[in-house]
Every structure is written in C-alpha cells, then in structure tokens.
C-alpha cells in the first residue's frame, strides 16, 4: 500500500493537469482522478509488484478517460431524441441494403461479420471457435467492417457525418 500511496503523490498532479487539459472540467477531471484511485487501491497488492507504477498510473488514467469520453458521447447521442428520430428509421431501410452487400464481403469477413456483429458472438468465442488468437480475431473483425463500409459506400452509396449514417440510395 505504501508504494502504491508514493507512486500517487509523485503523479497525482501531473495526470491531474494532463486531464484537466483534455476534460476542459475541473468535475469530470476529479471523477475520472477517483476511478483511477479506486481502480489502483482494489489492485493495491498487484501495483505494488509492479517495476514502474507511475507508468500504470497513466496508463490506467489514460484509459479511464476514454472510456469516459465514450460513455458521454453514448450518452449525448441517446439524450437528443431529434437526431434518434432522424437516424432510426435511416438505420432500419439500411438494414435492407445489408443482405445483398454481404455476399459481396471475402468468404473470412463475411464469416466473422456475421458471427460477431449481427449473431452477437463474442470475440473471444468465435477465437476459440475458429481457432484464432483474440488479436487475430480483432485484426479481422476490423478489416472486415472497412471491407463491410467500403462495399456499402459503393454499392449503397452511404454517407456520414459525425453523428453516423447521413444518407443512403435504397436498394433497388
């Protein structure tokens, strides 16, 4: 515990500015200081094995903030119903595209693409099942969604703006 205590007095004011600089907020700066505290106090015993602590610090300090700016962009989106509105029934004529796009995805996108996104496997799972590592699952996955919107830009003609889909020809 003590390491743990003197890796975050040596730290706590440079993670601290370095959030204030990205959050803009004094409040959401101190919540996100708390999560990492609480976070580093329940693996207390673990930090303390660690070589470099301050480096997990920011690290962990790193990433609760984007999981942080994640959570409040899910959440502004879902709070302005107008857009929701706008994009819902988008979404669902788009859904119409999808069954004659994904034929046209390589046999291993396709596969993953299905499985994962619109089956709701998990990533983990399908490794398993298909006898890849995770980071090979991910790497696929990832390929396969820029094969899925390149195909979809084409054949669909999708556009986007910051918020998601823009606007889309209906398949014919």
């Not at 003197?6 to 959401?28: C, G, I, P």
């Not at 015993?45 to 602590?53: A, T």
Request: proline letters at 2%; glycine letters at 2%.
């Amino acid at each position: 515990m003590k390491c743990l205590m003197k890796a975050w007095q040596q730290s706590e004011s440079l993670l601290y500015n370095w959030l204030l600089k990205q959050t803009q907020s004094q409040h959401e700066t101190e919540d996100i200081m708390q999560e990492v505290f609480l976070k580093a106090m329940r693996n207390s015993e673990r930090f303390c094995s660690l070589k470099d602590g301050k480096s997990w610090l920011f690290k962990m300090t790193k990433n609760q903030f984007i999981d942080h700016w994640r959570r409040k962009i899910e959440i502004e989106d879902i709070d302005d119903l107008e857009t929701v509105d706008k994009i819902l029934p988008m979404m669902e004529q788009l859904q119409s595209c999808l069954p004659r796009v994904l034929p046209k995805l390589s046999s291993h996108h396709r596969h993953v693409i299905e499985f994962c996104d619109l089956n709701g496997m998990t990533q983990a799972q399908y490794s398993k099942e298909n006898g890849l590592s995770l980071a090979a699952t991910k790497a696929r996955l990832r390929r396969a969604r820029v094969e899925l919107k390149q195909i979809l830009v084409t054949e669909c003609q999708v556009s986007q703006s910051a918020i998601g889909v823009c606007s889309f020809k209906r398949a014919q």
